[in-house]
């Protein structure tokens, strides 16, 4: 069965087509060598890159450093005017203020000794970090940078817009490798970067850092390709960075790999088959070694928030039509085609043709075969309790039960759709002189961007250390409660500001907002819900509450926040300061125990 071969026949025997006359006899002749050549080519190392629209003199660090500038300045553009306020404005979402109170937890909590789970906020809780994904490696990269003392908007920004970027890199690194030209991997990087997906979730921090999931299918490649066992240690070490960086994305992440890597293992020469099952395992081995760790908070926190409940999962399970539906803002399709943020799906036009070009055009081969299998599942897990595997999953693996939004399965698709787009556009272009191909690059490229071209986006102003906030940070440590909370069945309310200043005093909070809501936090707000009378001042004083803020520019009655104030200096709280809290004026008050 020939096209079970390693595609390392095709491409030598292209470049020698194209270097040489006579290159209709030479491929006929190659291709008989290779089908009688036994197991040695099986796993041969793939070949330089025979794509002639690249300059022969281009030097591999010179082409890294180009393409890696070339991502960042679309990465600029395509989510402009970001960029021209990255240390004051973001989008306007509650997510933003959770993106930057996870990251700076983490740098507090490496440099105070912390628990690193046992965030400030729900208090009295433990381990509230895992009522949502931690962000670990986020946190981590970004520590030195809250460290260095630098804005905490900028280092969300820097951490958002990188991301995208280096996605796009990572995209270009594994299309560029199956495909053997430059030009056509760029458009792949362009299509995992800036498809509609992206702009839909850019409030969400963890589901722009992709940039491990190409990473992870390149170093499986070169463990297939080659039965290394640095290969395929990277190849665990990238699942695990995945894990740690989104554990939605970890999770469809180690399930791609292994269907795509057992239906390439066909192309293994028997005899080593065993030896590349071996240096798999030793990558499984190495995410493992994160994974089980990693995950006992979550585990832990599923005894107390329980699951997703099923309706809610309905929710956020994409619908084969949501495949055509965009982003907010997509200038090409317009409001008539926007979807909520979970379902724009649509992949763009252009990279659909390129990847029906490849599976039409392409002699089958097992890498490409186990691309299509990967698209496939990766669209039917998308598609939740909508589709066949995901409730079959949902009912016997427990970690599913704790995923709200299987639609995010669709950055998979994006990936695997890019890499077949690559394919086909390589194979469609190779006819073309190198200054033709190189247009027709630009132009499929200008397109694509076309299609997911989104109006500038609209941002908002999120401020640094108010007042109210540097004086309090300088006050006794003391547990802290702010109003107006959130009503039960409206969260989060105003509570996602209030943890994001608190990484300006670092006080423990009883308010909170998470991908999950504990019980007692749930609670808690019903008792406070009628806020200031006797009862809710009782709660705080169970609590233990020192220190209770209100918010006068978050009363939407007039005279509401003054009456309040009033009540509580009738309910012995003492004054502390009236100041700026950000958006309006805000008193702070002392509650002393009865």
């Given at each position: 069965?020939?096209?079970?071969?390693?595609?390392?026949?095709?491409?030598?025997?292209?470049?020698?087509?194209?270097?040489?006359?006579?290159?209709?006899?030479?491929?006929?002749?190659?291709?008989?060598?290779?089908?009688?050549?036994?197991?040695?080519?099986?796993?041969?190392?793939?070949?330089?890159?025979?794509?002639?629209?690249?300059?022969?003199?281009?030097?591999?660090?010179?082409?890294?450093?180009?393409?890696?500038?070339?991502?960042?300045?679309?990465?600029?553009?395509?989510?402009?005017?970001?960029?021209?306020?990255?240390?004051?404005?973001?989008?306007?979402?509650?997510?933003?203020?959770?993106?930057?109170?996870?990251?700076?937890?983490?740098?507090?909590?490496?440099?105070?000794?912390?628990?690193l789970f046992d965030g400030n906020q729900f208090y009295p809780e433990r381990?509230?970090?895992?009522?949502?994904?931690?962000?670990?490696?986020?946190?981590?990269?970004?520590?030195?940078?809250?460290?260095?003392?630098?804005?905490?908007?900028?280092?969300?920004?820097?951490?958002?817009?990188?991301?995208?970027?280096?996605?796009?890199?990572?995209?270009?690194?594994?299309?560029?490798?199956?495909?053997?030209?430059?030009?056509?991997?760029?458009?792949?990087?362009?299509?995992?970067?800036?498809?509609?997906?992206?702009?839909?979730?850019?409030?969400?921090?963890?589901?722009?850092?992709?940039?491990?999931?190409?990473?992870?299918?390149?170093?499986?490649?070169?463990?297939?390709?080659?039965?290394?066992?640095?290969?395929?240690?990277?190849?665990?070490?990238?699942?695990?960075?995945?894990?740690?960086?989104?554990?939605?994305?970890?999770?469809?992440?180690?399930?791609?790999?292994?269907?795509?890597?057992?239906?390439?293992?066909?192309?293994?020469?028997?005899?080593?088959?065993?030896?590349?099952?071996?240096?798999?395992?030793?990558?499984?081995?190495?995410?493992?070694?994160?994974?089980?760790?990693?995950?006992?908070?979550?585990?832990?926190?599923?005894?107390?928030?329980?699951?997703?409940?099923?309706?809610?999962?309905?929710?956020?399970?994409?619908?084969?039509?949501?495949?055509?539906?965009?982003?907010?803002?997509?200038?090409?399709?317009?409001?008539?085609?926007?979807?909520?943020?979970?379902?724009?799906?649509?992949?763009?036009?252009?990279?659909?043709?390129?990847?029906?070009?490849?599976?039409?055009?392409?002699?089958?081969?097992?890498?490409?075969?186990?691309?299509?299998?990967?698209?496939?599942?990766?669209?039917?897990?998308?598609?939740?309790?909508?589709?066949?595997?995901?409730?079959?999953?949902h009912e016997h693996v427990g970690v599913f039960k704790g995923l709200r939004?299987?639609?995010?399965?669709?950055?998979?698709?994006?990936?695997?759709?890019?890499?077949?787009?690559?394919?086909?556009?390589?194979?469609?272009?190779?006819?073309?002189?190198?200054?033709?191909?190189?247009?027709?690059?630009?132009?499929?490229?200008?397109?694509?961007?076309?299609?997911?071209?989104?109006?500038?986006?609209?941002?908002?102003?999120?401020?640094?250390?108010?007042?109210?906030?540097?004086?309090?940070?300088?006050?006794?440590?003391?547990?802290?409660?702010?109003?107006?909370?959130?009503?039960?069945?409206?969260?989060?309310?105003?509570?996602?500001?209030?943890?994001?200043?608190?990484?300006?005093?670092?006080?423990?909070?009883?308010?909170?907002?998470?991908?999950?809501?504990?019980?007692?936090?749930?609670?808690?707000?019903?008792?406070?819900?009628?806020?200031?009378?006797?009862?809710?001042?009782?709660?705080?004083?169970?609590?233990?509450?020192?220190?209770?803020?209100?918010?006068?520019?978050?009363?939407?009655?007039?005279?509401?926040?003054?009456?309040?104030?009033?009540?509580?200096?009738?309910?012995?709280?003492?004054?502390?300061?009236?100041?700026?809290?950000?958006?309006?004026?805000?008193?702070?008050?002392?509650?002393?125990?009865?």
């Amino acid at each position: 069965m020939p096209w079970l071969q390693t595609d390392v026949g095709e491409h030598r025997l292209a470049r020698r087509s194209a270097e040489r006359e006579g290159g209709t006899q030479i491929l006929v002749a190659g291709r008989r060598l290779l089908q009688n050549c036994g197991d040695r080519d099986y796993t041969r190392t793939v070949v330089p890159d025979g794509d002639t629209a690249e300059p022969a003199t281009a030097r591999p660090w010179l082409r890294r450093v180009c393409i890696a500038a070339l991502f960042t300045l679309l990465t600029v553009v395509m989510t402009w005017p970001m960029a021209r306020v990255l240390g004051s404005r973001s989008v306007e979402h509650h997510d933003v203020f959770f993106n930057v109170w996870r990251l700076a937890w983490i740098q507090h909590a490496l440099a105070t000794s912390s628990v690193l789970f046992d965030g400030n906020q729900f208090y009295p809780e433990r381990q509230v970090l895992a009522y949502s994904d931690a962000m670990l490696v986020e946190g981590l990269i970004a520590a030195p940078l809250f460290a260095a003392g630098l804005k905490p908007l900028l280092i969300h920004n820097l951490m958002l817009l990188g991301a995208i970027a280096a996605s796009g890199v990572g995209m270009f690194t594994l299309a560029r490798y199956l495909s053997r030209s430059t030009g056509a991997a760029i458009v792949a990087g362009l299509v995992f970067a800036f498809a509609p997906y992206r702009f839909g979730h850019i409030m969400h921090m963890e589901l722009q850092w992709t940039m491990w999931i190409p990473w992870a299918f390149w170093a499986m490649q070169r463990t297939l390709e080659t039965g290394r066992l640095r290969f395929g240690l990277l190849t665990g070490a990238f699942l695990a960075l995945q894990i740690g960086s989104s554990i939605y994305y970890g999770i469809f992440l180690a399930i791609l790999l292994t269907v795509a890597g057992a239906v390439q293992l066909v192309r293994v020469a028997p005899s080593q088959r065993l030896k590349t099952i071996g240096v798999f395992a030793a990558g499984a081995l190495v995410a493992a070694s994160v994974a089980i760790p990693y995950s006992k908070p979550y585990r832990d926190a599923t005894g107390r928030v329980g699951i997703r409940a099923i309706p809610e999962i309905l929710m956020h399970s994409a619908k084969p039509s949501d495949y055509l539906l965009v982003s907010e803002g997509n200038l090409l399709y317009g409001p008539a085609h926007a979807a909520p943020p979970e379902l724009a799906l649509f992949p763009g036009y252009v990279a659909l043709v390129l990847a029906l070009v490849a599976v039409v055009a392409i002699r089958p081969s097992a890498v490409m075969f186990s691309y299509v299998i990967g698209l496939l599942l990766a669209f039917d897990l998308s598609l939740g309790l909508n589709g066949i595997v995901y409730p079959v999953l949902h009912e016997h693996v427990g970690v599913f039960k704790g995923l709200r939004a299987p639609a995010r399965a669709s950055i998979f698709f994006l990936m695997f759709l890019a890499a077949l787009a690559a394919r086909g556009c390589a194979v469609a272009l190779r006819p073309l002189p190198v200054m033709a191909r190189m247009g027709a690059i630009a132009a499929i490229g200008a397109v694509a961007l076309l299609e997911y071209w989104v109006v500038p986006l609209r941002l908002w102003p999120y401020p640094e250390r108010p007042a109210l906030y540097a004086f309090l940070a300088r006050q006794p440590d003391g547990i802290v409660a702010e109003f107006p909370v959130p009503r039960v069945d409206l969260l989060p309310g105003h509570d996602a500001r209030y943890i994001y200043m608190s990484i300006f005093h670092w006080k423990r909070l009883v308010n909170g907002y998470s991908g999950y809501y504990p019980p007692s936090y749930l609670a808690r707000m019903e008792r406070l819900a009628t806020f200031p009378d006797a009862g809710s001042i009782a709660q705080l004083r169970a609590d233990g509450v020192r220190y209770v803020i209100v918010h006068e520019g978050s009363y939407i009655r007039a005279g509401e926040s003054a009456a309040i104030v009033t009540a509580l200096a009738r309910e012995g709280l003492k004054p502390m300061t009236r100041l700026h809290d950000g958006w309006a004026a805000a008193t702070l008050f002392e509650l002393s125990s009865p």
